[in-house]
């Protein structure tokens, strides 16, 4: 995994946004366009948004070792490794379709491809073993992601990933031993506690998902 790559990536977004502020007048402009659902705080709203797009994009690398870091001790490096290099290409070699935006702009829709990629294969482990491969419930901030990016946008987004994952974890790798035994693993305690560091990400800054009133 080449994520000192994507932290660099990542680095220099967040400067160009220290110098511009482009993200957050995007953010602002569009904040009372949101869907109903997004439930922000009364007060700094924008902030609260545009901190929420900072840490989803600084998650990504931090996950992708820790899956990689995971599935190599699981023995299930082999099946779980391209999958992850898939989401590391989405951002060192984004599809055209992002071609144009800039700053934490184009990486929010880089990290919004590598997130669904992971809770596309999370969904497949659960549908086959009962337990997801990564502990790690992004589920609300994918939604909340989906809803900044845009329902069109986005929606070609998570076709890539579908793209993307096409002849990956198919039936066949669900059989393997060393896929059934990390399933034993899914649930141990050191396994559980690995993942503590990652709590739902959209509660812990303040953004939550909610019907409307």
């Not at 059934?180 to 953004?207: D, E, I, K």
Request: hydrophobic fraction near 45%.
């Amino acid at each position: 995994m080449n994520t000192v790559a994507l932290r660099e990536l990542i680095q220099q977004a967040q400067a160009h946004e220290a110098r511009t502020g482009h993200l957050a007048q995007q953010l602002s402009a569009h904040l009372e366009r949101l869907h109903p659902t997004i439930q922000l705080p009364d007060s700094d709203a924008n902030g609260v948004l545009t901190r929420f797009v900072e840490a989803y994009v600084e998650q990504v690398p931090d996950v992708l070792d820790a899956a990689n870091s995971v599935a190599r001790e699981a023995g299930i490096e082999a099946h779980i490794k391209p999958v992850l290099k898939v989401a590391e290409h989405f951002f060192l070699s984004p599809p055209q379709l992002i071609e144009g935006h800039q700053g934490l702009d184009a990486l929010l829709d880089e990290a919004y491809l590598a997130h669904r990629l992971v809770e596309e294969v999370n969904d497949r482990y659960i549908a086959h073993l009962g337990q997801p491969l990564i502990p790690l419930d992004t589920t609300v901030a994918n939604l909340i992601a989906h809803q900044l990016i845009g329902e069109t946008f986005a929606n070609q987004l998570d076709e890539a990933v579908h793209h993307a994952l096409e002849g990956l974890l198919d039936e066949a790798v669900f059989q393997q031993s060393s896929v059934q035994a990390y399933r034993a693993q899914l649930s141990a305690p050191q396994t559980v506690a690995a993942w503590r560091n990652w709590p739902c990400l959209s509660r812990q800054l303040g953004v939550e998902l909610g019907l409307p009133g």
